[in-house]
DNA sequence: TGTACATCAGTGAACGCGCGTTCACTGATGTAC
DNA sequence: TGTACATCAGTGAACGCGCGTTCACTGATGTAC
């Protein structure tokens, strides 16, 4: 964490941290790797001391999202505590929290272009955040009677969809609605849960 | 339609049509207006005689994407016909119809960073297509009784969540899901609108 | 029908710029003795 | 504790490239007479 003299020490986390900074600001493709390098303190030829390149620099922040990504999840699930209700509705809170707290990190994750299967690695992670969404589901789903319980996958796939939908479209400047997206999401979460029969309709 | 000559003669809508080609293949940031204007047979200078700049060249295709958008949800929506309930599903299937025929607007409309109140000409057909959404979704909320009919816009931009969700995580290459996208949306905004109350449920 | 001419869409050369990447180098570090 | 030295993280100059934009120009067009 200290600077460890004129070897910078750090420098490569402490470029993963500059270029998350840029791609918040400029997103991924206004991102370049010398600007990094000069936020960085640091000239353009030592990022290859660290990276590849460019891209693979961008997978860097990709990988360390989908980490934290995968542990902000699974600690609002918590075990599904003190309801699996209860639990999912804070996971879906805590997906939005996540891409509010770490824009740049989300970017590189979901809007650089870069396909989770580019490398092992980062399909490791994206997957183990993709299991903790799955599980919170299937989780949620043993309360229904079995004959009108639809398949893990889709639910989640719709939970996903609409919690990645409400972060484009309403999370980000210039909003689109005048609904706070953390309310957005938790109501339509709650709708679709209702409709899934998971809430007693109020009718 | 004809090539009226040396003067192009429809050099203007041959720019659209490439920066739309190229948005589609590269992106919106990856898209330059020197390639548009080689693609469309023409020095890049001369794409100055008909657009401000590069930007100008992208807001003129979000332009021509949504009056296309508006069109398509209409014609989907049909004036409710058959039913209210048909013919919203018909428009949910429109959504990502039209995200898949016109990628590159698509791209231009959502996600190359151009906000819609980038200029009162934009602004007015973005929000042409909102009225289309907030109506067909106003009609179909006017089946449930007043005390159980949540506010339009709020479903409305549910919807558009779910929709623009599929599309970003599940109508792109490197699909994430063993699901088409059209089931995943129709099958989404079914159990939404079966949480609304709109669909009788089946237990 | 034929000629002179104004129009203006597209040319082509030029600009300054920042990009990603390479390379031989330098000099602070920590270690061996 | 003091000195010699191998390591290797970061330097700085250079590269070729394509970008957006400008400018004076050119030459096909369609119109006036």
Same mark, same amino acid.
């Given at each position: 964490?200290?600077?460890?003299?004129?070897?910078?020490?750090?420098?490569r986390?402490?470029?993963?941290a500059?270029?998350?900074?840029?791609? #918040?600001e400029?997103g991924?493709?206004?991102?370049?790797?010398?600007? *990094?390098?000069?936020r960085?303190?640091?000239?353009?030829? +030592?990022?290859?001391?660290?990276f #590849?390149?460019?891209e693979?620099?961008?997978?860097?922040?990709?990988?360390?999202g989908?980490?934290?990504?995968?542990?902000?999840?699974? &600690?609002a699930? &918590?075990?599904?505590k003190?309801?699996?209700?209860?639990?999912?509705?804070?996971?879906?809170?805590?997906y939005?929290?996540? *891409?509010?707290q770490?824009p740049?990190?989300?970017? *590189?994750?979901?809007?650089?272009?870069i396909?989770? &299967?580019?490398?092992? #690695?980062l399909?490791?992670?994206?997957?183990?955040?993709d299991r903790?969404?799955?599980h919170?589901?299937g989780?949620?789903?043993?309360?229904?009677p079995?004959?009108?319980?639809?398949?893990? *996958?889709?639910?989640?796939?719709?939970?996903? +969809?609409?919690?990645?939908?409400?972060?484009?479209?309403y999370a980000? #400047?210039? &909003?689109?609605?005048?609904y706070?997206?953390?309310?957005?999401?938790e109501?339509g979460?709650?709708?679709?849960?209702?409709?899934?029969?998971?809430i007693?309709?109020?009718y």
């Amino acid at each position: 964490m200290s600077k460890q003299g004129y070897h910078h020490g750090n420098l490569r986390q402490a470029l993963v941290a500059s270029a998350l900074a840029l791609i #918040e600001e400029k997103g991924p493709t206004g991102f370049t790797l010398s600007e *990094a390098a000069k936020r960085a303190g640091v000239t353009p030829a +030592a990022v290859y001391r660290h990276f #590849e390149g460019r891209e693979d620099l961008i997978v860097e922040c990709a990988r360390q999202g989908y980490l934290i990504f995968g542990d902000v999840l699974e &600690n609002a699930w &918590n075990d599904g505590k003190p309801t699996a209700l209860a639990a999912f509705s804070a996971t879906g809170r805590a997906y939005l929290a996540f *891409a509010r707290q770490y824009p740049g990190h989300y970017m *590189a994750m979901f809007e650089s272009g870069i396909s989770p &299967n580019r490398s092992t #690695e980062l399909s490791k992670v994206a997957e183990r955040a993709d299991r903790v969404m799955e599980h919170a589901t299937g989780a949620l789903m043993a309360h229904l009677p079995r004959d009108r319980r639809p398949p893990v *996958a889709m639910v989640s796939a719709h939970i996903w +969809a609409m919690s990645h939908g409400v972060v484009e479209l309403y999370a980000r #400047e210039g &909003n689109r609605a005048p609904y706070a997206p953390e309310d957005l999401l938790e109501s339509g979460i709650g709708v679709y849960l209702r409709g899934l029969g998971l809430i007693r309709p109020d009718y």
